[in-house]
Protein backbone atom coordinates (compact mmCIF):
# COMPACT_ATOMS: atom_id res chain seq x y z
CA UNK A 1 0.00 0.00 0.00
CA UNK A 2 1.33 3.17 -0.92
CA UNK A 3 -0.72 6.61 -0.35
CA UNK A 4 -1.09 9.92 1.75
CA UNK A 5 -3.64 11.38 3.88
CA UNK A 6 -4.61 14.27 5.42
CA UNK A 7 -1.72 12.89 8.06
CA UNK A 8 0.91 13.33 5.87
CA UNK A 9 0.47 15.61 3.32
CA UNK A 10 -0.81 19.27 2.56
CA UNK A 11 -4.81 19.63 1.33
CA UNK A 12 -3.10 21.51 -1.79
CA UNK A 13 -1.43 18.07 -2.78
CA UNK A 14 -4.08 15.68 -1.97
CA UNK A 15 -6.08 17.37 -3.72
CA UNK A 16 -3.74 17.98 -6.68
CA UNK A 17 -3.88 13.61 -6.15
CA UNK A 18 -7.95 13.62 -6.08
CA UNK A 19 -8.86 10.89 -8.77
CA UNK A 20 -12.41 10.32 -9.42
CA UNK A 21 -14.02 7.18 -10.64
CA UNK A 22 -12.61 7.53 -13.68
CA UNK A 23 -9.22 8.62 -12.48
CA UNK A 24 -8.65 5.88 -10.59
CA UNK A 25 -9.68 3.07 -12.72
CA UNK A 26 -7.09 5.01 -15.66
CA UNK A 27 -4.57 5.27 -12.69
CA UNK A 28 -4.71 1.40 -11.54
CA UNK A 29 -5.03 -0.40 -15.27
CA UNK A 30 -1.61 1.99 -15.75
CA UNK A 31 -0.15 0.48 -12.53
CA UNK A 32 -0.88 -3.33 -13.97
CA UNK A 33 0.87 -2.60 -16.98
CA UNK A 34 3.59 -2.08 -15.25
CA UNK A 35 6.11 -5.19 -15.07
CA UNK A 36 6.29 -5.64 -11.06
CA UNK A 37 2.38 -4.95 -10.47
CA UNK A 38 0.25 -7.31 -11.58
CA UNK A 39 -3.38 -5.96 -9.24
CA UNK A 40 -4.04 -2.65 -8.26
CA UNK A 41 -6.68 -0.95 -6.50
CA UNK A 42 -6.99 3.14 -5.82
CA UNK A 43 -9.06 4.44 -2.90
CA UNK A 44 -9.52 8.14 -3.36
CA UNK A 45 -11.50 9.96 -0.76
CA UNK A 46 -11.63 14.14 0.67
CA UNK A 47 -8.65 13.49 2.54
CA UNK A 48 -6.87 10.48 1.40
CA UNK A 49 -5.30 8.63 -1.33
CA UNK A 50 -4.17 4.72 -0.90
CA UNK A 51 -3.21 2.42 -3.68
CA UNK A 52 -3.09 -0.99 -3.15
CA UNK A 53 -1.14 -3.43 -4.94
CA UNK A 54 0.14 -6.67 -5.88
CA UNK A 55 3.84 -6.48 -6.98
CA UNK A 56 6.14 -9.26 -7.63
CA UNK A 57 8.90 -6.88 -6.20
CA UNK A 58 8.29 -4.65 -3.26
CA UNK A 59 11.14 -1.50 -4.01
CA UNK A 60 10.32 -1.61 -7.86
CA UNK A 61 6.78 -2.49 -7.51
CA UNK A 62 6.50 0.70 -4.86
CA UNK A 63 8.40 3.06 -7.66
CA UNK A 64 6.10 2.12 -10.06
CA UNK A 65 3.22 3.22 -8.23
CA UNK A 66 5.25 6.53 -7.26
CA UNK A 67 5.53 7.26 -10.92
CA UNK A 68 2.57 6.33 -12.08
CA UNK A 69 0.78 9.01 -9.80
CA UNK A 70 3.35 11.52 -10.86
CA UNK A 71 2.25 11.12 -14.60
CA UNK A 72 -1.36 11.44 -13.76
CA UNK A 73 -1.29 14.08 -11.59
CA UNK A 74 1.46 16.24 -12.08
CA UNK A 75 2.83 16.67 -8.69
CA UNK A 76 6.18 17.52 -7.69
CA UNK A 77 8.16 14.30 -7.54
CA UNK A 78 10.00 15.17 -4.83
CA UNK A 79 6.99 16.54 -3.00
CA UNK A 80 5.14 13.69 -3.61
CA UNK A 81 8.10 11.08 -2.35
CA UNK A 82 8.08 13.37 0.86
CA UNK A 83 4.12 12.95 1.56
CA UNK A 84 3.67 9.24 0.96
CA UNK A 85 3.99 6.66 3.65
CA UNK A 86 3.99 2.61 2.44
CA UNK A 87 3.03 -0.47 4.28
CA UNK A 88 3.68 -4.06 2.56
CA UNK A 89 2.89 -7.67 3.99
CA UNK A 90 0.46 -8.07 6.73
CA UNK A 91 1.07 -4.27 7.78
CA UNK A 92 -0.68 -3.17 4.41
CA UNK A 93 -3.91 -6.00 5.09
CA UNK A 94 -3.93 -4.05 8.47
CA UNK A 95 -4.21 -0.84 7.03
CA UNK A 96 -7.36 -1.81 4.92
CA UNK A 97 -8.93 -3.24 7.83
CA UNK A 98 -8.57 0.29 10.02
CA UNK A 99 -9.36 2.15 7.18
CA UNK A 100 -12.80 0.42 6.17
CA UNK A 101 -13.28 0.51 10.04
CA UNK A 102 -12.80 4.44 10.26
CA UNK A 103 -10.31 3.94 12.34
CA UNK A 104 -7.50 5.89 10.40
CA UNK A 105 -10.05 8.95 9.77
CA UNK A 106 -10.12 12.24 10.70
CA UNK A 107 -13.21 11.92 12.48
CA UNK A 108 -12.46 8.32 14.26
CA UNK A 109 -15.40 6.05 13.51
CA UNK A 110 -17.33 8.00 10.74
CA UNK A 111 -19.19 5.94 8.51
CA UNK A 112 -18.80 6.63 4.96
CA UNK A 113 -15.63 5.54 4.19
CA UNK A 114 -16.59 1.53 4.48
CA UNK A 115 -19.20 2.86 1.29
CA UNK A 116 -16.15 4.47 -0.68
CA UNK A 117 -14.04 1.11 0.20
CA UNK A 118 -16.39 -0.76 -1.27
CA UNK A 119 -17.09 1.59 -4.43
CA UNK A 120 -13.67 1.69 -5.12
CA UNK A 121 -13.01 -2.59 -5.51
CA UNK A 122 -16.07 -2.19 -7.71
CA UNK A 123 -14.93 0.08 -9.94
CA UNK A 124 -11.66 -1.55 -9.98
CA UNK A 125 -13.58 -5.11 -10.83
CA UNK A 126 -15.20 -3.43 -13.72
CA UNK A 127 -12.05 -2.21 -15.01
CA UNK A 128 -9.95 -5.38 -14.39
CA UNK A 129 -7.60 -4.52 -12.14
CA UNK A 130 -7.96 -6.36 -9.06
CA UNK A 131 -7.49 -10.17 -9.03
CA UNK A 132 -7.72 -13.19 -6.09
CA UNK A 133 -5.01 -11.15 -4.22
CA UNK A 134 -6.67 -8.09 -3.65
CA UNK A 135 -10.59 -9.75 -3.69
CA UNK A 136 -9.98 -11.56 -0.46
CA UNK A 137 -8.05 -8.98 1.15
CA UNK A 138 -10.70 -6.11 0.37
CA UNK A 139 -13.33 -8.60 1.79
CA UNK A 140 -11.31 -8.97 4.81
CA UNK A 141 -11.10 -5.44 5.21
CA UNK A 142 -15.20 -4.68 4.40
CA UNK A 143 -16.03 -7.60 6.97
CA UNK A 144 -13.69 -5.62 9.51
CA UNK A 145 -15.51 -2.88 9.13
CA UNK A 146 -19.00 -4.19 9.36
CA UNK A 147 -17.69 -5.72 12.70
CA UNK A 148 -16.50 -2.50 14.05
CA UNK A 149 -19.67 -0.47 13.76
CA UNK A 150 -22.11 -3.04 14.69
CA UNK A 151 -19.92 -4.62 17.39
CA UNK A 152 -18.40 -1.48 19.35
CA UNK A 153 -19.90 1.80 20.27
CA UNK A 154 -17.64 3.77 17.74
CA UNK A 155 -20.24 4.72 15.84
CA UNK A 156 -21.75 7.07 19.06
CA UNK A 157 -18.23 7.90 19.82
CA UNK A 158 -17.40 8.68 16.86
CA UNK A 159 -19.01 11.29 13.69
CA UNK A 160 -19.28 11.49 10.08
CA UNK A 161 -17.23 13.90 8.40
CA UNK A 162 -20.56 15.61 7.27
CA UNK A 163 -21.71 15.92 11.23
CA UNK A 164 -17.98 16.65 12.65
CA UNK A 165 -18.10 19.54 9.78
CA UNK A 166 -22.10 20.84 11.20
CA UNK A 167 -20.21 20.94 14.51
CA UNK A 168 -18.14 23.21 13.91
CA UNK A 169 -20.24 25.83 11.94
CA UNK A 170 -22.38 25.85 14.89
CA UNK A 171 -19.63 26.51 16.98
CA UNK A 172 -18.58 29.40 14.85
CA UNK A 173 -22.32 30.70 14.29
CA UNK A 174 -22.64 30.07 17.76
CA UNK A 175 -26.02 28.19 17.65
CA UNK A 176 -27.16 24.93 18.72
CA UNK A 177 -29.27 24.18 15.38
CA UNK A 178 -30.55 25.75 12.77
CA UNK A 179 -33.87 26.33 13.45
CA UNK A 180 -35.35 29.41 11.55
CA UNK A 181 -32.73 28.73 8.49
CA UNK A 182 -32.81 28.31 5.32
CA UNK A 183 -30.01 26.48 3.67
CA UNK A 184 -28.40 25.83 0.33
CA UNK A 185 -27.48 22.51 -0.61
CA UNK A 186 -24.69 22.16 -4.08
CA UNK A 187 -24.60 18.58 -4.96
CA UNK A 188 -26.59 15.72 -4.76
CA UNK A 189 -24.37 12.56 -4.25
CA UNK A 190 -23.68 10.89 -1.10
CA UNK A 191 -21.93 13.99 0.68
CA UNK A 192 -24.62 16.04 -0.62
CA UNK A 193 -27.42 13.88 0.44
CA UNK A 194 -25.64 13.75 3.92
CA UNK A 195 -25.91 17.22 4.53
CA UNK A 196 -29.30 17.76 3.81
CA UNK A 197 -30.30 15.12 5.91
CA UNK A 198 -28.01 16.70 8.50
CA UNK A 199 -29.69 19.69 8.04
CA UNK A 200 -33.25 18.06 9.10
CA UNK A 201 -32.17 16.35 11.97
CA UNK A 202 -30.96 20.37 12.95
CA UNK A 203 -34.28 21.51 12.94
CA UNK A 204 -33.67 23.54 9.07
CA UNK A 205 -36.87 25.43 8.02
CA UNK A 206 -35.55 25.46 4.23
CA UNK A 207 -33.64 24.06 1.69
CA UNK A 208 -32.58 24.66 -1.61
CA UNK A 209 -30.70 22.28 -3.94
CA UNK A 210 -29.08 22.95 -7.22
CA UNK A 211 -26.97 20.51 -9.19
CA UNK A 212 -25.20 19.89 -12.91
CA UNK A 213 -28.26 17.62 -13.29
CA UNK A 214 -31.36 18.66 -12.27
CA UNK A 215 -33.30 15.56 -11.94
CA UNK A 216 -30.90 14.68 -9.13
CA UNK A 217 -31.34 17.61 -7.52
CA UNK A 218 -35.11 17.03 -7.41
CA UNK A 219 -35.10 13.74 -5.88
CA UNK A 220 -32.92 14.90 -3.62
CA UNK A 221 -35.19 17.84 -2.90
CA UNK A 222 -38.31 14.76 -2.53
CA UNK A 223 -36.30 13.04 0.03
CA UNK A 224 -36.34 16.17 2.01
CA UNK A 225 -39.88 17.05 1.56
CA UNK A 226 -40.60 13.38 2.74
CA UNK A 227 -38.45 13.87 6.03
CA UNK A 228 -40.48 17.20 6.48
CA UNK A 229 -38.46 19.98 5.14
CA UNK A 230 -39.75 22.45 2.74
CA UNK A 231 -37.49 22.31 -0.05
CA UNK A 232 -37.17 23.53 -3.61
CA UNK A 233 -34.37 23.39 -6.45
CA UNK A 234 -32.60 25.86 -8.45
CA UNK A 235 -30.77 25.33 -11.51
CA UNK A 236 -27.08 24.70 -11.06
CA UNK A 237 -26.25 28.01 -13.18
CA UNK A 238 -28.38 29.98 -10.98
CA UNK A 239 -27.17 29.20 -7.50
CA UNK A 240 -25.54 32.10 -6.89
CA UNK A 241 -28.58 34.04 -7.37
CA UNK A 242 -30.11 32.49 -4.40
CA UNK A 243 -26.94 32.66 -1.52
CA UNK A 244 -28.80 36.42 -0.14
CA UNK A 245 -31.83 34.02 0.91
CA UNK A 246 -29.23 31.50 2.80
CA UNK A 247 -27.95 31.12 5.94
CA UNK A 248 -25.55 28.48 5.50
CA UNK A 249 -24.20 26.65 1.99
CA UNK A 250 -22.91 23.62 1.40
CA UNK A 251 -21.52 22.22 -1.28
CA UNK A 252 -20.61 18.85 -2.44
CA UNK A 253 -19.42 18.32 -5.91
CA UNK A 254 -15.98 17.68 -6.66
CA UNK A 255 -16.35 20.23 -9.55
CA UNK A 256 -12.99 21.15 -11.57
CA UNK A 257 -13.94 24.84 -10.35
CA UNK A 258 -15.05 27.15 -7.72
CA UNK A 259 -18.75 26.64 -7.18
CA UNK A 260 -18.81 29.65 -4.82
CA UNK A 261 -15.97 32.37 -5.26
CA UNK A 262 -16.00 35.65 -2.94
CA UNK A 263 -17.25 37.98 -6.09
CA UNK A 264 -20.64 35.62 -5.66
CA UNK A 265 -21.07 36.54 -2.07
CA UNK A 266 -24.08 39.41 -2.33
CA UNK A 267 -23.01 42.94 -1.35
CA UNK A 268 -23.49 43.59 2.12
CA UNK A 269 -24.47 39.92 3.26
CA UNK A 270 -24.47 40.47 6.99
CA UNK A 271 -23.90 36.73 7.78
CA UNK A 272 -23.09 32.93 5.79
CA UNK A 273 -21.88 29.85 6.80
CA UNK A 274 -20.05 27.94 3.99
CA UNK A 275 -19.43 24.21 4.10
CA UNK A 276 -17.04 22.77 1.79
CA UNK A 277 -16.90 18.93 1.81
CA UNK A 278 -15.39 18.35 -1.31
CA UNK A 279 -11.30 17.50 -2.45
CA UNK A 280 -10.70 19.27 -4.43
CA UNK A 281 -11.91 22.39 -2.50
CA UNK A 282 -15.44 23.77 -4.87
CA UNK A 283 -15.15 26.99 -2.67
CA UNK A 284 -12.38 29.83 -2.80
CA UNK A 285 -10.51 30.63 0.77
CA UNK A 286 -11.02 34.13 -0.77
CA UNK A 287 -14.64 34.05 0.39
CA UNK A 288 -13.38 33.72 4.10
CA UNK A 289 -11.88 36.97 3.77
CA UNK A 290 -15.11 39.01 3.85
CA UNK A 291 -16.92 40.68 6.69
CA UNK A 292 -19.69 38.49 8.22
CA UNK A 293 -18.22 35.19 6.26
CA UNK A 294 -17.47 31.86 7.76
CA UNK A 295 -15.76 29.05 6.02
CA UNK A 296 -15.34 25.91 6.89
CA UNK A 297 -13.59 23.18 4.20
CA UNK A 298 -11.14 20.16 4.32
CA UNK A 299 -8.27 22.04 5.83
CA UNK A 300 -9.96 24.03 8.37
CA UNK A 301 -11.33 20.48 9.51
CA UNK A 302 -7.67 19.02 9.87
CA UNK A 303 -6.29 21.71 11.79
CA UNK A 304 -9.92 21.74 14.21
CA UNK A 305 -9.57 18.25 14.99
CA UNK A 306 -7.98 17.45 17.98
CA UNK A 307 -7.53 13.95 18.32
CA UNK A 308 -4.08 13.01 18.12
CA UNK A 309 -1.89 9.42 18.44
CA UNK A 310 -3.56 5.83 17.72
CA UNK A 311 -6.40 5.18 18.38
CA UNK A 312 -7.37 3.69 21.38
CA UNK A 313 -10.85 1.57 21.26
CA UNK A 314 -10.06 -1.52 22.79
CA UNK A 315 -12.94 -3.17 21.18
CA UNK A 316 -12.16 -2.21 17.86
CA UNK A 317 -8.68 -2.80 17.93
CA UNK A 318 -10.02 -6.86 19.09
CA UNK A 319 -11.73 -6.72 15.88
CA UNK A 320 -8.94 -5.46 13.82
CA UNK A 321 -6.31 -7.74 15.30
CA UNK A 322 -8.61 -11.09 15.26
CA UNK A 323 -9.87 -10.39 11.49
CA UNK A 324 -6.44 -9.91 10.38
CA UNK A 325 -5.15 -12.68 12.35
CA UNK A 326 -7.66 -15.12 10.37
CA UNK A 327 -6.57 -13.25 6.96
CA UNK A 328 -3.30 -13.84 7.52
CA UNK A 329 -3.17 -17.31 8.75
CA UNK A 330 -5.86 -17.96 5.57
CA UNK A 331 -3.21 -16.75 3.39
CA UNK A 332 -0.38 -18.52 4.70
CA UNK A 333 -2.16 -21.77 4.16
CA UNK A 334 -3.05 -20.54 0.19
CA UNK A 335 0.83 -19.88 -0.13
CA UNK A 336 1.38 -23.95 0.85
CA UNK A 337 -1.13 -25.55 -0.88
CA UNK A 338 0.28 -25.77 -4.35
CA UNK A 339 2.96 -27.40 -2.27
CA UNK A 340 0.98 -29.55 -0.91
CA UNK A 341 -0.60 -31.02 -4.05
CA UNK A 342 3.04 -31.18 -5.57
CA UNK A 343 3.77 -33.53 -2.90
CA UNK A 344 0.95 -35.43 -3.47
CA UNK A 345 1.09 -35.43 -7.30
CA UNK A 346 4.75 -36.79 -6.51
CA UNK A 347 3.72 -39.48 -4.33
CA UNK A 348 1.29 -40.42 -6.77
CA UNK A 349 3.56 -40.29 -9.85
CA UNK A 350 6.20 -42.76 -7.77
CA UNK A 351 3.17 -45.20 -6.91
CA UNK A 352 2.84 -45.67 -10.28
CA UNK A 353 5.77 -46.23 -11.23
CA UNK A 354 6.69 -48.89 -8.91
CA UNK A 355 3.65 -50.61 -9.39
CA UNK A 356 4.42 -50.58 -13.38
CA UNK A 357 7.52 -51.91 -12.45
CA UNK A 358 6.03 -54.76 -9.92
CA UNK A 359 3.79 -55.94 -12.70
CA UNK A 360 6.77 -56.31 -14.98
CA UNK A 361 8.50 -57.99 -12.27
CA UNK A 362 5.65 -60.09 -11.17
CA UNK A 363 3.94 -61.68 -14.66
CA UNK A 364 2.29 -64.60 -12.70
CA UNK A 365 0.69 -62.49 -9.38
CA UNK A 366 -2.94 -63.12 -9.75
CA UNK A 367 -5.23 -59.92 -10.12
CA UNK A 368 -6.62 -59.90 -6.24
CA UNK A 369 -2.62 -59.90 -5.03
CA UNK A 370 -2.37 -57.06 -7.48
CA UNK A 371 -4.81 -55.39 -6.05
CA UNK A 372 -4.32 -56.16 -2.53
CA UNK A 373 -0.54 -55.00 -3.21
CA UNK A 374 -1.13 -51.95 -4.93
CA UNK A 375 -3.92 -50.93 -2.04
CA UNK A 376 -1.67 -51.10 0.37
CA UNK A 377 0.94 -49.33 -0.92
CA UNK A 378 -1.06 -46.39 -1.12
CA UNK A 379 -2.27 -46.80 1.73
CA UNK A 380 1.27 -46.82 3.41
CA UNK A 381 1.90 -43.65 1.30
CA UNK A 382 -1.04 -41.72 2.32
CA UNK A 383 -0.65 -42.50 5.59
CA UNK A 384 2.94 -41.74 5.76
CA UNK A 385 1.88 -37.96 3.64
CA UNK A 386 -1.53 -37.66 6.45
CA UNK A 387 1.01 -36.23 9.14
CA UNK A 388 3.27 -34.19 7.10
CA UNK A 389 0.24 -32.10 5.07
CA UNK A 390 -1.55 -31.60 8.03
CA UNK A 391 1.12 -30.10 9.86
CA UNK A 392 2.30 -28.02 7.07
CA UNK A 393 -0.56 -26.40 6.94
CA UNK A 394 -1.11 -25.85 10.94
CA UNK A 395 2.46 -24.37 11.07
CA UNK A 396 1.78 -21.91 7.89
CA UNK A 397 -1.81 -20.96 9.23
CA UNK A 398 0.14 -20.64 13.90
CA UNK A 399 2.93 -18.38 11.26
CA UNK A 400 5.09 -20.98 13.46
CA UNK A 401 8.51 -21.39 11.68
CA UNK A 402 9.94 -24.57 11.06
CA UNK A 403 14.02 -24.85 11.61
CA UNK A 404 16.09 -27.21 9.23
CA UNK A 405 17.21 -29.56 12.01
CA UNK A 406 13.60 -30.47 13.25
CA UNK A 407 11.59 -29.92 9.77
CA UNK A 408 11.43 -33.68 9.43
CA UNK A 409 10.06 -34.16 13.17
CA UNK A 410 7.57 -31.91 12.99
CA UNK A 411 6.00 -33.30 9.72
CA UNK A 412 6.51 -36.27 10.34
CA UNK A 413 5.50 -36.07 14.01
CA UNK A 414 8.56 -37.93 15.38
CA UNK A 415 9.86 -37.50 18.82
CA UNK A 416 11.67 -34.53 19.33
CA UNK A 417 15.18 -34.84 20.44
CA UNK A 418 15.40 -32.35 23.21
CA UNK A 419 18.75 -30.19 23.46
CA UNK A 420 21.53 -31.63 25.61
CA UNK A 421 23.18 -29.26 27.94
CA UNK A 422 27.01 -29.17 27.77
CA UNK A 423 29.29 -27.19 30.11
CA UNK A 424 31.03 -24.17 28.63
CA UNK A 425 34.17 -26.15 29.58
CA UNK A 426 33.49 -28.75 27.51
CA UNK A 427 33.41 -26.84 24.64
CA UNK A 428 35.80 -27.02 22.05
CA UNK A 429 37.93 -23.59 22.09
CA UNK A 430 36.74 -22.90 18.37
CA UNK A 431 32.96 -23.63 19.32
CA UNK A 432 33.68 -21.52 22.55
CA UNK A 433 34.80 -18.47 20.36
CA UNK A 434 32.01 -18.71 17.83
CA UNK A 435 29.54 -18.38 20.85
CA UNK A 436 30.95 -15.17 22.16
CA UNK A 437 32.96 -16.90 25.41
CA UNK A 438 36.57 -15.74 26.25
CA UNK A 439 39.03 -18.46 27.45
CA UNK A 440 38.74 -16.78 30.51
CA UNK A 441 35.16 -17.88 30.62
CA UNK A 442 36.13 -20.99 30.16
CA UNK A 443 38.54 -21.03 33.10
CA UNK A 444 36.14 -19.35 35.34
CA UNK A 445 33.02 -21.49 34.91
CA UNK A 446 35.56 -24.43 34.91
CA UNK A 447 36.73 -23.27 38.70
Known amino acids: MVGMSH ?71 DELRGSLYVRYADAAAEHMMLVSS ?82 LVLGAGAMASLAATHMGRLGIDRIIVANRTRSRAERLAEHAKEAGVQADVVDFEQRHSVLDQVDIAVSATGADNFTITAEDIPAGKASLMLIDLSLPRDISDATAQLEGVELVNIERLKDMNARTGTPTDAAAQAIVAEELEAYTSAQRVRNVAPAVSALRKHAAEIIDSEIERLVARTPDMDDHSFGEVQNTVRRVVDKLLHHPTVRVKELAASSGTVSYDTALQELFGLPLERGVSVAVSDLPDAELVALGFTQADKVLRTE
Open 7 to 77: RSAPVALLEQLSLDEAGQKHAALAMVDRPSLSEAMIVSTCNRLEVYAVANSFHTGVGEVVEVLQEVSGADI
Open 102 to 183: GLDSMVIGEQQIIGQVRSSYQGAIESGSVGPALHGLVQAALRTGKRVHAETEIDEAGASMVSFAFDKALDAMGREDLSGSTG
